[in-house]
Structure formats: C-alpha cells, structure tokens
T-cell receptor, first 115, second 109 residues
Framework: DAGVTQSPTHLIKTRGQQVTLRCSPI?????VSWYQQVLGQGPQFIFQ???????GRGNFPDRFSARQFPNYSSELNVNALLLGDSALYLC??????????????FGPGTRLTVL | DAKTTQPNSMESNEEEPVHLPCNHS???????IHWYRQLPSQGPEYVIH???SNVNNRMASLAIAEDRKSSTLILHRATLRDAAVYYC??????????FGQGTTLQVKP
C-alpha cells in the first residue's frame, strides 16, 4: 500500500513569494497534520485537519494556512515567505484525530528553500 | 503539553540490545507514549506506542514504568540501519505530536 505522498520534493522560492505544498494521505486515513522541521531541530506542529475541519493549530503566524479536501488530501499555503521559512515540511496522516486510532504516519517531506 | 526528557545521544554495538530511556514525570492519565525515529533526510517513522502496559511489535518493545513517569524503548538487536534520532512523545486527547530534541543513536559495527 502507498504511504503518505507529498509534492513537490524540493522547492526554491524567493522572499515575499507564496508557496503551496500538497499531501495525499494513506488510503482510508481521514486526518492530516502538517509539521515544520528546521535543520537540527525536531518537527514543530503547524495544523491538524480531520474530515475537512481544522482540529488543531500550532504557534505559527497567519501567513500559514491549510485546507483539507473531500478526498482527504491537503494543501499547506505559506504567504509572504521569509528566509526563516526554509525548512522540511512534513505531512502525516492517521485514521482519526483522537485516540486510539490517531497514530500518525509521515511522508518524506517537502524541502523548501527561501532565498 | 506534557514534556519528555531524553539523553542527547547514545552509542550501541551492532547486534546488541539497546535501551533508550525517556522521562515524563508530568504525564497525565490520558497521555499515550509514542516513539518515532528519523533517519537523515527522511520523515519520522512510527516505532511503537502504549498507554499503560508494555507493548511489543516487530520493530521494538516499549516498557512503561508502573507509575508511568518513565518508559524505555528496547531494540532487541541493533543494526546499522537503526542509527537514527529517536523521539519519545506524549499525546493526549488529540493527535498533536510535540517533538523534543530526541536521542541520537549511533550503532557501531
């Protein structure tokens, strides 16, 4: 079975631009979460969606937004890019967003570089 | 969010067991204990999780203290492919994962 897929794998943008990252969850999973991982640190939680509704939001500015589609895929949008947004963006999927079926499985990530 | 404390790094010899400790003294009754690992340039990989009882799967075993204030991830026979950063994470009523710095495991041949 296919795991979590993310596109693109790599992306280079300049400051002030906007970017959209995409994620397809494991078949049957209805929850998608997004994380940002800056080099040398652990992943930081950005958003969690379940059945198209936002279920959790981390401490990130309003420049970050996301949505989940009826097929449970998801997009993460970042506006007005800053150099500090350069990171590995990870998507994770799970059956649900509450116990016990909320174990998350991660994709390979999208490497975003902001110049 | 309840926090965990792990050693920054550990070393092991190949084919020997590895015990990775995690302290979580502020754990609440509904917090699950999750372990993930991350190899360089890859997304985190789920290893194991548990609530109160010890757990075993094909990858590892999780030993949870009776008071739940600490746990140990056990790799029964370390291989070179087990070299990674191991994260011990508590999650409550939602799936939000709060990652710390983790333990970097080095496996020597």
């Amino acid at each position: 079975d296919a795991g979590v897929t993310q596109s693109p794998t790599h992306l280079i943008k300049t400051r002030g631009q906007q970017v959209t990252l995409r994620c397809s969850p494991i078949s049957g999973h209805k929850s998608v979460s997004w994380y940002q991982q800056v080099l040398g640190q652990g992943p930081q939680f950005i958003f969690q969606y379940y059945e198209k509704e936002e279920r959790g939001r981390g401490n990130f500015p309003d420049r970050f937004s996301a949505r989940q589609f009826p097929n449970y895929s998801s997009e993460l949008n970042v506006n007005a890019l800053l150099l500090g947004d350069s990171a590995l963006y990870l998507c994770a999927s799970s059956f649900s967003w509450t116990p016990p079926l909320y174990t998350q499985y991660f994709g390979p990530g999208t490497r975003l570089t902001v110049l | 969010d309840a926090k965990t404390t792990q050693p920054n790094s550990m070393e092991s010899n190949e084919e020997e067991p590895v015990h990775l400790p995690c302290n979580h003294s502020t754990i609440s009754g509904t917090d699950y204990i999750h372990w993930y690992r991350q190899l360089p340039s890859q997304g985190p990989e789920y290893v194991i999780h548990g609530l109160t009882s010890n757990v075993n799967n094909r990858m590892a075993s999780l030993a949870i203290a009776e008071d739940r204030k600490s746990s140990t991830l056990i790799l029964h026979r370390a291989t070179l492919r087990d070299a990674a950063v191991y994260y011990c994470i508590l999650s409550g009523n939602t799936g939000k994962l709060i990652f710390g710095q983790g333990t970097t495991l080095q496996v020597k041949p």
